[in-house]
């Protein structure tokens, strides 16, 4: 699928139209009545929407993960694969970290793979709970072959802090804040 992105983060409703294999009038309409998030541009008819908007109405709408992933790459934007069982964490997370970000999360192994899957070449860096129940290394091997310059981000690792450390995973303390977290991937993220 080939989607031309405008701004870093930002798509047109004629690329969200090409890539939903749909007319660009539906994409308004979708707009207009609040399904999709997006705005219109002062003094036109043209309306914008976030490519982390975009994707999330995609996978919603149960849209396959390639068309999301495109969506993703198209906009400039870079995905983050949050491992958490926090029912609100990506929605914080990507809230701390702004419009050129999307967060996709899962709670255990099963949802986080799909979350990855969803995400393709576009994860720019992948964040796991402490708590979470997956097997870290694991995740971070899966991560590094979807996107080899992911940056990996324990949060409250515990006793597996050394260990995560010798596989290449930054580790915070429980206690980091969604805005340290956010920081943290910002500065790490080539």
Do not use: Q
Not at 75 to 96: E, H, K, N, Q, Y
Not at 171 to 176: I, M, Q, S
């Amino acid at each position: 699928m080939a989607v031309s992105g405008t701004t870093a983060g930002i798509l047109t409703t004629g690329d969200l139209a090409r890539a939903l294999m749909v007319a660009p009038r539906t994409v308004v309409k979708w707009i207009d009545s609040g399904r999709l998030p997006g705005w219109r541009l002062p003094g036109s008819l043209d309306r914008r929407v976030l490519a982390r908007d975009a994707a999330r109405f995609a996978a919603e709408a149960g849209m396959p993960p390639e068309v999301i992933r495109g969506l993703l790459l198209a906009g400039g934007a870079r995905g983050v694969l949050l491992a958490s069982p926090l029912a609100d964490g990506a929605a914080r997370l990507g809230d701390a970290l702004g419009p050129a970000w999307h967060v996709s999360s899962g709670a255990d192994a099963f949802e986080a793979g799909a979350a990855l899957a969803s995400l393709g070449r576009a994860v720019a860096a992948a964040v796991a709970w402490g708590g979470c129940g997956l097997h870290l290394p694991e995740l971070g091997d899966r991560v590094r072959r979807a996107g080899p310059d992911a940056l990996l981000v324990a949060v409250g690792a515990g006793d597996l802090a050394v260990e995560l450390a010798a596989a290449g995973w930054l580790t915070l303390p429980a206690d980091a804040g969604w805005g340290r977290i956010a920081n943290t991937i910002r500065e790490g993220v080539r």
